[in-house]
């Protein structure tokens, strides 16, 4: 499934990040033994644990809420916290770079979905936080791009449209604050059953669990 997927993505010129929450070291060293560096973890905990057993170059990214007394756990090694989703969070990142000196980079999750469950920023509370937090004022934080999950919902039409949004935020945030920075050029959605759309609403990105790695037991991760 890695090389059909990859092929994909290649005239999307779109990266994967393998989505191995809750999925055992060896699952993962079979994609890390085709050639796959990036994977996702949702848990702190349940990252740290994997880190030791697993080969030096994978690229650990964080995508699930994340407390901000956990940061100091993956702050010295973590490739991307997709899910940077609210101020007091991008805070403490800022803390713990300063304290281990290294620019720790992250995405802003949007909050795109019609479920109240989902974590991130509204556009509008987005554009509060940096109006009061400019950018500039993160020195180790990089800001690399943005991160979204549609709605869990059959009607493919309302995932359509909120991947359009989480672009047209996300070209506007650039506009308005990364303008000419190179560093900001991610737009991180859509996973299993809604990739194919995402890609073609301008992901840059994809996060894929269930098509690589089979379902999860759905009682852990609904
Ligand atoms: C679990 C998860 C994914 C992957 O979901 P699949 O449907 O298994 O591909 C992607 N992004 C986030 C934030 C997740 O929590």
């Known amino acids: 499934m890695l090389f059909e997927l990859l092929k994909e993505l290649?005239?999307?010129q779109a990266s994967l990040v393998a989505v191995s929450k809750t999925k055992p070291v060896e699952a993962i060293?079979?994609?890390?033994d085709e050639g796959q560096r990036a994977f996702g973890e949702n848990r702190v905990q349940e990252l740290m644990e994997k880190v030791d057993r697993l080969p030096r170059d994978i690229q650990w990214h964080m995508i699930g809420h994340l407390q901000t007394n956990k940061i100091k756990?993956?702050?010295p090694y973590i490739h991307?916290?997709?899910s940077?989703?609210?101020?007091?969070?991008?805070r403490a990142i800022q803390a713990e770079g300063e304290k281990i000196d290294r620019v720790i980079p992250v995405l802003l999750q949007l909050h795109i979905a019609a479920e109240?469950?989902?974590?991130?920023?509204?556009e509008e509370e987005l554009q509060?936080?940096?109006?009061k937090d400019p950018p500039d004022r993160f020195d180790h934080v990089e800001f690399q791009g943005v991160m979204a999950m549609a709605t869990f919902t059959e009607d493919q039409e309302q995932i359509r449209s909120e991947f359009a949004r989480t672009k047209a935020i996300y070209d506007q945030v650039k506009a308005a604050y990364f303008a000419g920075n190179p560093a900001f050029k991610e737009c991180s959605m859509g996973m299993s059953g809604d990739y194919k759309i995402a890609l073609e609403e301008g992901a840059t990105m994809i996060r894929v669990g269930t098509l690589l790695f089979g379902p999860r037991p759905c009682l852990l991760n609904p």
């Open 10 to 12: 290649e005239p999307f």
């Open 29 to 32: 060293q079979v994609l890390y």
């Open 73 to 75: 756990y993956i702050a």
């Open 80 to 82: 991307l916290i997709q």
């Open 84 to 90: 940077a989703d609210r101020p007091k969070l991008i």
């Open 116 to 122: 109240e469950t989902k974590f991130g920023f509204t």
């Open 128 to 131: 509060d936080f940096f109006e």
